[in-house]
Each structure stands twice: as structure tokens, then as C-alpha cells.
């Protein structure tokens, strides 16, 4: 079983490894398509390719209906034969541009070479370009015979190289070179069929096609450069998405990593809690035997002394323990709430009967003050009885000689109940607040001012307090004390109910009202505890 759960960790980890490198070089690559603002990079430039062959077969539809428009048209000034001819070349062409976009999108990135690609598009569109400058070139010497005059048909020949400067423009703008040898063969043929015509008219419809040629090929820059924008935003999202990809890849090994820790600290302190509490019983037994010298008296009161402290020694390192142990299973959600009707006044009182003599001891005065007609609460009275006494053990080591101590439990204002334990010692800073709730945190004063604390007392608190759904405030100022308060929530206190029927002769009477008008809340708080106890079974 061990064996079987170690080999697929294994190639988890195998896995989770190849994974990441994979993420690397997916990072790597891209960060290396963004590198130049100049030239297109291989890959951008296969992705400019791509767009002009989608366009390509997007509209093929469209170029042979003008193909066929034009070829119709040119039957008006033009012999037949030649426009049958011209319209058979620009046909040809067009399939032969056809069939290489077919080719190129048949196969895979990896298979094509963008810059041989980008040479074969390139002569095929110059063919294209030479075929449609063919077009200029139709009823030369035939305008004598010719059925429109010569003036309507240089305007339709004006008029159709500003049609497919249009198409190609919108068609070939993603590469600009293949821009140039499908519209400037057509643009030059154009010119020199007007400049031949000789007339001043003509010479500026011809300078008007120069002008067009060049507010087209500026339109295309711009629609190039809004393409490679597209595609650089893509290749950064590409990276975010891979950068955002090794980070969760980093989040899930150092989840893992966590989680292999805390088993381990689980079995460590589920270990150490038998290792060392079976030997501190042996000592504390036999230390506190020879301290009140059951066996008799010891001869030297040295080795009695030595054996109280040794006592007190084992009972510090075991409340250690306990702590730890406690805030651990809090940690991981084990800690068990055995709830039921409990009054805090009267487990403050316990507290206080435990801590007066030592409150004495150091010279420090311990009031009590608690409100009358307190309703029980439904809490556990162990967690109860542990956040009052580390409340009250932590004031007790802060607090100077002759300083007081002040325990109350009184109505919260929001219809829970609230214990306040405030002192008049040094204080803690703001800062350190934060610090303090910490597991093992203590403030700079404590280390001057107070006894010797593990810095587990105040965590333990915050999160017993937690459980029950109350809320924990440490309000301090320097050189004028501290408050810890803590607040239960008012779905914790229990109503009184009314007795069902009257006692006594009033039995027999009609009574007014036989109910009370107030539910009592236990059922609800059952129901809360009962669901947390879910809840925490679930993590588990």
C-alpha cells in the first residue's frame, strides 16, 4: 500500500514537473515575440500570412463577380476576344492563389516555413497584379470601333483601379508587400493609359490614380499596424496566462508542501503528547511524593526544594504541552465543542477563586464585577472556563506590584454577553497588537516586564472564542494597561420559559395568557453548534 502511494506520488510529481517546464518555455517563447517593436518575429509573421490567406478565401466569391462585371463591361470599348483573354488569365491567377492559401492552411504551424510561404503568396499576387493591370491595357487602338465613348470608358477604368484598390487593401493589408505587387501593377497601367491620351484632363485624372494608389496604401499601413497591435495584446495575454499558470503551479506545490508538513507536525505532536506526558507524570508524581514527604522527611531541605521545583518545572512544561496541543487541534478543525446551558458568572468565580491567591501573592488587588440576571449561555464550559483563566493568567504576569486587575461579565449591547478583563500594566503598543494574537508572539514590553510565557495564551483565545462565533478586541495604550474583551453573539443566550400551567390553586383559574411570548433559543443554538460540528467534519 505504502509502495503503491509512494509510485504515484512519484509521477504526480513527474508530471507536475514536466508541467511547469512546459510553462517555462511557453513563457520563454513569447517573452522573446515581444522582444523586437521592429520586425515581425516568426511567429507573427506565420499570423500576418494566416489572416491575408483567410481573407483570400473568404472573398474569392467576390473577386469573381467583379472579374466577371469588369470583363462584361469592357465588351463596350474593348474586342471580345481580348476580354474573354483577360478574364481567362485573371481566373487562372485566381486559382492558382487559391490553391496556395489551400496549402498553406492544410498544414500545421510547425510545418510551415513563413518566409518561403511569404515568397510563393508574393509572386503568385504579382501575377494576379500583372493580370489586372492586363485590364488598362483592353481597346488600345480599338476606340474608333468602340461602342462608349472614349471618355465614359476612362472613367469606368478609373473607377474600377479605385474598386480593387479598395478589395486588395482590406484583403492583402496584413502582409505590405504582398500589397504592393497586387495594386501597383494595375495603378502604373492606369497612369500610362491616361498619360497617353495626351490631354490636360487626363493628365490629372492620371496624377488623381497616383494620389488614390497612395491614400490606400496609407489606409493599409494603418490596418497593418492595428493587426501586429492584435497580435502583440494576444502573445502578452498568452503570457499572463502562462505566468498566471506557473504561479498557480507554484500555489499547488506550496499547498502540497503545507500539506505534508502539517501531517507531519499532526503525527510529531500526536507522538510527542505520549512521549512526554508519560515521563512528566513520573516526575511530577515522584517530585511532589518527595516534596510533601510522603515517604518521610527529607533530611535536607536543599533536596525539598529541589523538589518543588522540580514539580513546578514539569507542571510549566506540561501546560506547554496542553497548549500546543489545543491550539493544534484548533488549527485543524478537531477541536470538539461539547456545548450545554452554562453561566459565565458563575465560571468567573471559579477563575477567581483559582487566581486570588496568587493575585495576593504579587500584591495585586482582583475585583470582581459582575451584572445581575444574567441569562445562561449555550457554550462549552471547558473553552469557557480556559479563555477566562488565560484572560486572567496574562494580566496577572503583566501587571506591576500594586497594580489591579478588573473581571466582569455584563449584557453586550447587542443582546449577547461580553467578559472584560482590564489591567493597569505597561501596555502594548499598537504596532504590536497583531503581534501578540500571533501563535509564540509577545510584545517588546512583555520581555522587560513580565514572567516567562509561551505566547500561546492569547491565540488560544481568539480562537475558542472563534468556535463559538464570538469576537476577541485587545484594546491597550502604553503606560495605561490593557482590555481584552470578549463578546459571545445573542444567538448563544437562553431565554427563560414560562411553566406550561399555573402551580397551585391557580390551576383551576382561566389564565390570561398560558405561553410565554418569547421562544426560548436553545433548539437555534443546537442547530448553530450542530452545524459547525458539519462544517468541521467536512475539512477533516
Known amino acids: ?82 476580354g474573354v483573354l483577360w478574364l481567362t488569365m485573371v481566373i487562372a491567377a485566381k486559382v492558382l492563389l487559391l490553391e496556395l492559401c489551400r496549402r498553406f492552411m492544410a498544414l500545421s504551424r510547425d510545418q510551415a516555413d513563413a518566409k518561403l510561404w511569404k515568397r510563393r503568396f508574393e509572386l503568385t499576387e504579382l501575377l494576379n497584379g500583372a493580370t489586372w493591370a492586363g485590364f488598362a491595357m483592353l481597346g488600345i487602338g480599338a476606340e474608333a470601333t468602340a461602342q462608349l465613348d472614349p471618355f465614359s470608358s476612362h472613367i469606368f477604368l478609373f473607377a474600377s483601379l479605385i474598386v480593387v484598390l479598395a478589395i486588395r487593401m482590406n484583403f492583402a493589408a496584413p502582409v505590405m508587400s504582398i500589397l504592393y505587387l497586387g495594386t501597383v501593377p494595375m495603378t502604373a497601367a492606369v497612369i500610362v493609359r491616361l498619360l497617353l491620351l495626351g490631354e490636360t484632363f487626363y493628365y490629372a485624372l492620371a496624377l488623381m490614380a497616383a494620389g488614390v494608389h497612395l491614400y490606400f496604401i496609407f489606409l493599409a499601413k494603418g490596418l497593418n499596424l492595428t493587426a501586429r497591435s492584435m497580435l502583440e495584446f494576444r502573445a502578452q495575454k498568452d503570457l499572463l496566462i502562462a505566468e498566471l499558470e506557473q504561479q498557480k503551479l507554484h500555489a499547488d506545490e506550496a499547498r502540497r508542501r503545507a500539506e505534508t508538513a502539517n501531517k507531519a507536525k499532526s503525527r510529531f505532536l500526536a507522538t510527542m503528547s505520549h512521549e512526554l506526558r508519560t515521563p512528566l507524570n513520573a516526575i ?127 449584557a453586550d449591547l447587542e443582546g449577547g454577553q461580553r467578559i472584560t478583563v482590564s489591567d493597569t500594566g505597561p501596555g502594548i503598543p499598537a504596532e504590536e497588537i497583531p503581534k501578540v494574537l500571533q501563535a509564540f508572539g509577545q510584545g517588546s514590553l512583555a520581555h522587560e516586564t513580565a514572567e516567562g510565557g509561551t505566547g500561546l495564551g492569547l491565540p488560544i483565545v481568539q480562537s475558542l472564542i472563534e468556535l463559538h462565533g464570538g469576537t476577541f478586541e485587545l484594546r491597550s495604550e502604553l503606560r495605561k494597561g490593557t482590555d481584552a474583551i470578549v463578546r459571545l453573539p445573542k444567538e448563544r443566550a437562553l431565554s427563560r420559559v414560562e411553566p406550561l400551567q399555573p402551580r397551585g390553586g391557580e390551576r383551576h383559574k382561566q389564565p390570561e395568557a398560558t405561553t410565554s411570548t418569547r421562544q426560548p433559543r436553545l433548539k437555534a443554538a443546537g442547530q448553530r453548534a450542530a452545524r459547525t460540528r458539519e462544517a468541521r467534519a467536512a475539512a477533516q
Not at 26 to 48: C, G, H, N, W
Not at 51 to 69: C, D, K, L, Y
Not at 373 to 384: E, F, T, V
Open 284 to 410: 511530577m508524581g515522584f517530585s511532589e511524593v518527595m516534596k510533601l514527604e510522603v515517604m518521610g522527611p527529607l533530611p535536607n531541605e536543599t533536596y525539598k526544594e529541589y523538589a518543588g521545583n522540580i514539580y513546578e518545572s514539569g507542571r510549566h512544561l506540561l501546560h506547554l504541552i496542553n497548549e500546543i496541543l489545543d491550539l493544534s487541534r484548533i488549527e485543524a478543525g478537531r477541536y470538539e465543542l461539547h456545548e450545554e446551558a452554562v453561566k459565565l458568572i458563575d465560571v468567573a468565580e471559579d477563575c477567581h477563586r483559582l487566581l486570588k491567591l496568587k493575585a495576593q501573592s504579587k500584591g495585586l488587588d482582583l475585583v470582581e464585577s459582575y451584572a445581575d440576571d444574567l441569562p445562561p449561555l449555550w457554550a462549552d464550559q471547558r473553552a469557557m472556563r480556559q479563555i477566562i483563566l488565560n484572560l486572567m493568567s496574562n494580566a496577572l504576569k503583566f501587571t506591576p506590584k500594586g497594580g489591579r486587575i478588573v473581571v466582569s461579565v455584563e
Open 1 to 82: 500500500m505504502d509502495q503503491s502511494t509512494t509510485a504515484t506520488d512519484y509521477a504526480k510529481l513527474r508530471d507536475r514537473r514536466q508541467l511547469q517546464n512546459r510553462v517555462r518555455e511557453d513563457i520563454r517563447s513569447t517573452r522573446q515575440k515581444l522582444a523586437s517593436q521592429q520586425v515581425i518575429r516568426p511567429d507573427f509573421e506565420y499570423e500576418m500570412l494566416a489572416m491575408f490567406v483567410r481573407n483570400e478565401q473568404s472573398a474569392a466569391s467576390t473577386i469573381w463577380a467583379f472579374s466577371g462585371v469588369f470583363a462584361v463591361f469592357s465588351l463596350s470599348w474593348a474586342p471580345k476576344m481580348q
